[in-house]
């Protein structure tokens, strides 16, 4: 699956315990990382600084859902599941 163009679900709902460029603590769940543009586009998306749990993260329908509340809903779950 590829990812959706404006989605930004996994730049908001979920957690990221390590750096990011600007948050040094990473970002808790719920808050738009600084990086996520106002179209939910990724500013450090192919750029070397993004960090590695964001490279690794691959669109699934199991994690992003058929549309973009969707994937909130479902990136919130898990977050739950596994936080």
Do not use: Y
Not at 24 to 35: I, S, W
Not at 36 to 47: I, K, M, Q, Y
Not at 63 to 74: H, I, K, M, N, T
């Amino acid at each position: 699956m590829k990812c959706r163009a404006g989605c930004g679900a996994c730049c908001i709902a979920p957690s990221i315990s390590s750096p990011i460029p600007g948050m040094p603590q990473g970002k808790p769940a719920g808050e738009r990382c600084l990086h996520l543009s106002v179209d939910n586009l990724c500013a450090l998306f192919e750029r070397p600084e993004r960090p590695a749990v964001c490279v690794a993260f691959g669109a699934d329908s199991a994690v992003c859902g058929s549309c973009r509340e969707e994937a909130l809903q479902l990136i919130e779950w898990l977050e739950g599941e596994t936080g």
